[in-house]
């Protein structure tokens, strides 16, 4: 062991294989939506296989929903198997654990009240689009609720149980998320300015647009 395992050894136990799924499974699931939801915005294929785009953004729903259970799952076997810090075992983290677990629930599950599910789940790629920009809570305080409520939950587990291994795994959930804020949010703009334009097109009667929503989506 050299100096440097030997002080940082104790936190994270890199030798588990759980701790590794875990961060797999975190790194694929937006993966996973964002492939296969451009892909549908290219082709329809899931459109046609279910017969309609509703359908198929419920069945896309579905999947997202539980490779979300999965990762959660695995998450919090990778932590079973990973040493606790003192510093981390006190009243005080623990609480907080329990505020972010509140704190992240609430912004995801007040999102997904003001979205619905097809404006959770990648609706949009689907051409099912929301009237209106949302800009009630929670996307007064963050415009990607969804990626920061999951992530504060994240978090608060990690705090909950007391080990370090899960505020290294949070740090993988945050750099994914935040790619894929990058990598979805000019999409989905693009999606809405290109109805504005056909709707402008249309002539005068049109009915105003009002542009993308933001962020959204988690699981
Ligand atoms: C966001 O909206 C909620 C409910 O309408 C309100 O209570 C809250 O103060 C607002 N937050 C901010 C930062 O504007």
């Known amino acids: 062991m050299s100096p440097l ?6 936190l994270v136990d890199f030798n588990k294989r759980s701790l590794l799924i875990s961060a797999c499974a975190i790194a694929f699931n ?3 939506w964002n492939i296969v939801a451009r892909r549908e915005y290219r082709t329809k294929f899931i459109t046609k296989a279910f017969g309609s785009a509703q359908a ?5 729903a579905i999947t997202i929903f539980s490779l979300g259970l999965l990762r959660d799952f695995l998450y919090e076997r990778a932590l079973r198997d990973q040493p606790s810090h003192p510093l981390l075992e006190g009243e005080v983290p623990t609480y907080a654990g329990y505020a972010l677990v509140a704190l992240g629930n609430l912004f995801v599950i007040s999102s997904t009240w003001q979205l619905g599910i097809t404006g959770t789940f990648l609706g949009d790629y689907f051409g099912i689009l929301m009237d209106d920009i949302v800009t009630g809570f929670p996307f007064n305080v963050t415009n990607a609720p969804m990626y920061y409520g999951s992530t504060m939950s ?3 587990s990690a705090l909950i149980y007391g080990k ?8 993988v959930v945050l750099a994914v998320y935040l790619v894929a804020i990058q990598f979805e949010n000019p999409f989905t703009a693009e999606i809405y300015a290109k109805r504005e334009r056909e ?3 249309g002539g005068s009667k049109a009915k105003k647009a009002k542009g993308s929503k933001g962020g959204k989506k988690e699981l």
């Open 199 to 201: 709707r402008s097109k």
């Open 30 to 32: 937006p993966t996973f």
């Open 164 to 171: 370090p291994a899960g505020i290294l795994l949070t740090g």
């Open 56 to 60: 198929g953004c419920y069945a896309l």
């Open 5 to 10: 395992t030997e002080q940082y050894g104790h």
């Open 154 to 156: 994240f978090l608060g």
